[in-house]
C-alpha cells in the first residue's frame, strides 16, 4: 500500500482484507473505508463473528465438514441416511448439494483432488478416511461427485478402485444437459454424453 | 442463506462478509469458507485487525479524514503547506490524491455531493466547516477535485458560491485527455474539452 498516507491500523486493515478471495487491493480500500464508516454496524460485528468462528469452529473429525460441533452436525443429525456417502471435493461443494436439497445421506470432503501437475497425492488428500469409513458393513453407496474436470475425474476413478472389493456400490453423478440450459451454448463433450445418456421420455 | 445447512456462527460470519461492497452472496460463501480454511493465518488477525480499526480511527474534526489520530496525521504535519486545501468527495479520493503525490497541502472531506435525487443537501455534507476553514487569513486557495460528474460539479458551484467574498481563490482540477488514455476511448464531453483546453506545445 506504499503511498497510501494512512494510520497503521488502516494500512493492515486493508491489506487484510486484500487477501480474501475476491477482493483485490481496489475493492480491499473500498471495503475497509466502508466498514470505517460503519464502526457499529458492521466492524465490531464483523471482528465479533470473526473471533467466535475461529474459536469454535474446527473441521469434522468424521468427514473434513467445518462446524461448531465435532462430529458436525451433518454426521449427526439423527434424520439422514447412514447408509450413504456422498464425496465432494470442497466444503463450498457440501453447501451447493445441501442448497439443492438433493441428499440426505452423509458427506465425505476430500480437500481437493489430485493433480499432477500440482503435486497433490492420495496422501494429501482427506482419502484414507473415506476408505476406513466404507469399511462399515451399514454402508451401501458412495456417490462421487467431483467436478466434472479432468482431475476430478481422475480422483473418482482413483477412490473407485480403492473402493471395490468393499461390497459397497459406487455411482456418480449424471452427466448432461444443465437444466434451464441451452444446446446452443454447450459444449461438446456435454451434448455427445447427454445424447449417449438420453432417457426414455 | 437459507437452505445452507450450516452452523449459525458461519452463516452470521457470511451475512456480515455479504455486506461488503463488491462481495455478493457467492463471493462471501467464498472468502467465509477461505478464513475458515485460515484461522490463525488470516481469520484470527482479521478480526483483531477490524477490533482495533472501530477502537481507534475516528473521522478529523478538522477535515473528515479517518486517523488513529484526531487532529489525522495530515492536518497536524508540520511539512505540508497550511494555505491551499484541496475539497474532495470522500476519503477514497483522499487516498487516491496521496497516491498520486501530486500534492502536499491540506484536505477536506464532503462526504459526498449534492444531489437532488438523493435529497442531500448542503447540511447534510461538511460544506459549513469548509467555509468556516475559509475564514483563516492564512488561506490562500481551495481547489475543487470533486468528480466531474453533474452533482460533483453542482457541489464545485455550490462551494464556490458560498467562498466567493472570502478572499481565498478558487480553483478545480483540470479536464482533458487522461495520461495514457486512446482518443478512440473517450466520450465526445472529454475530447471537446480537452480541445477547447489545448496548451503550446
Redesign the interface.
Known amino acids: 500500500m506504499s503511498?497510501?498516507?494512512?494510520?497503521?491500523?488502516?494500512e493492515?486493515?486493508i491489506s487484510?482484507?486484500a487477501?480474501?478471495?475476491?477482493?483485490g487491493p481496489r475493492?480491499a480500500?473500498?471495503?475497509?473505508?466502508?466498514?470505517?464508516k460503519k464502526?457499529?454496524a458492521?466492524?465490531?460485528?464483523?471482528?465479533?463473528?470473526?473471533?467466535?468462528?475461529?474459536e469454535?469452529?474446527s473441521t469434522c473429525r468424521i468427514c473434513g465438514n467445518?462446524?461448531?460441533?465435532n462430529p458436525c452436525?451433518?454426521c449427526t443429525a439423527p434424520g439422514r441416511d447412514k447408509s450413504i456417502i456422498c464425496v465432494v471435493q470442497?466444503?463450498?461443494d457440501l453447501?451447493a448439494m445441501?442448497?439443492a436439497?438433493a441428499f440426505k445421506g452423509q458427506y465425505h470432503i476430500l480437500g481437493g483432488t489430485l493433480s499432477a501437475l500440482d503435486g497433490i497425492r492420495p496422501e494429501d488428500l482427506n482419502i484414507a478416511a473415506l476408505i476406513e469409513r466404507a469399511s462399515d458393513p451399514d454402508l451401501k453407496e458412495v456417490i462421487l461427485a467431483m467436478n466434472a474436470t479432468v482431475d476430478g475425474q481422475t480422483t473418482a476413478h482413483y477412490i473407485t478402485d480403492h473402493l471395490s472389493g468393499t461390497g459397497v456400490s459406487v455411482s456418480r453423478l449424471a452427466h448432461g444437459v444443465p437444466v434451464g440450459g441451452e444446446l446452443d451454448y454447450l459444449d461438446d463433450g456435454t451434448i455427445s454424453t447427454a445424447m449417449k445418456s438420453r432417457r426414455p421420455f
Open positions: 503511498g497510501l498516507n494512512v494510520s497503521p491500523e488502516i493492515r486493515l487484510l482484507l487477501k480474501l478471495p475476491g477482493l475493492s480500500r473500498r471495503a475497509a473505508l466502508d466498514l470505517l464502526p457499529d458492521l466492524m465490531r460485528p464483523l471482528s465479533l463473528a470473526l473471533g467466535e468462528a475461529a469454535r469452529i467445518v462446524d461448531s460441533r452436525h451433518i470442497d466444503v463450498a453447501w445441501e442448497r436439497s
